[in-house]
Nanobody, 115 residues
Framework: QVQLVESGGGLVQAGGSLRLSCASS????????IIWHRQAPGKEREWVAI???????NYAASVKGRYTISRDNAKNTVYLQMSNLKPEDTADYYC?????????WGQGTQVTVSS
């Protein structure tokens, strides 16, 4: 059973930066992709960034140019570097690891951006 643990959330002022981590108990090289999602209060969960096993990345339009997803296979960790944060980025952030047969979610980390 793979476990994912997110960390790095917190309170930051608008314009600031945070780096989130998603640490896996298993090898991240075994996943097809790892996707960061977020869920703001009263809103549906939405994806924000994806990194594939091969290293290709993609971003939601709302975060493109401000967020960077990366991976460290040796540490079995995926990162989400968030810059120029806006109050509308306030949400719980989750990572999702996908395989051919199962998906794994972490428990989330809270990000609050004050104006």
């Amino acid at each position: 059973q793979v476990q994912l643990v997110e960390s790095g959330g917190g309170l930051v002022q608008a314009g600031g930066s945070l780096r989130l981590s998603c640490a896996s108990s298993g090898s991240i090289s075994s996943f097809n992709s790892i996707i960061w999602h977020r869920q703001a209060p009263g809103k549906e969960r939405e994806w924000v960034a994806i990194i594939s096993r091969g290293g290709s990345t993609n971003y939601a339009a709302s975060v493109k140019g401000r967020y960077t997803i990366s991976r460290d296979n040796a540490k079995n960790t995926v990162y989400l570097q968030m810059s120029n944060l806006k109050p509308e980025d306030t949400a719980d952030y989750y990572c999702l690891a996908t395989t051919g047969s199962r998906n794994y979610w972490g428990q989330g980390t809270q990000v609050t951006v004050s104006s």
